[in-house]
């Protein structure tokens, strides 16, 4: 298994900046380690489906949806099992709850939250005009 648990959401007013965290842990996840694995931070606000925002390869490629490419950045520190969402220029339609999610293989920039098998519990962010 592979538990999956994100930190870092909160209310910030429009401009603002948050920095998003997932933890990853679980036997299966150590084995993950050494093959290849893709970690993804989707989005979902009041009333709409989940959308993809990023994702980050175990090999540091990185992608991110245009309507948060030059805001967001992601990140990882492999020594701490831990994937980063650091974001900036908050608008207010960036309010949802954001959730971590993984899955074994690479990602290519079509990716869908549909091949995520194994997702965090969600952390909400709130940005406020």
């Known amino acids: 298994q592979v538990q999956l648990v994100e930190s870092g959401g909160g209310s910030v007013q429009d401009g603002g900046s948050l920095r998003l965290s997932c933890a990853a842990s679980?036997?299966?996840?150590?084995?993950?380690?050494?093959?290849?694995?893709?970690m993804g931070w989707f989005r979902q606000a009041p009333g709409k489906e989940r959308e993809e925002v990023a994702f980050?390869?175990?090999?540091?490629?990185?992608h991110l949806v245009l309507s948060v490419k030059g805001r967001f950045t992601i990140s990882k520190d492999n020594a701490k099992n831990t994937v980063y969402l650091q974001m900036n220029t908050l608008k207010p339609e960036d309010t949802g709850t954001y959730y971590c999610?993984?899955?074994?293989?690479?990602?290519?920039?079509?990716?869908?939250?549909?091949?995520?098998?194994?997702w965090g519990q969600g952390t909400q962010v709130t940005v406020s005009s």
């Open positions: 999610a993984a899955r074994l293989g690479y990602c290519s920039t079509n990716f869908k939250r549909i091949d995520f098998p194994h």
């Open positions: 679980g036997y299966t996840y150590s084995v993950w380690t050494g093959s290849r694995y893709c």
């Open positions: 980050i390869n175990s090999d540091d490629s990185t």
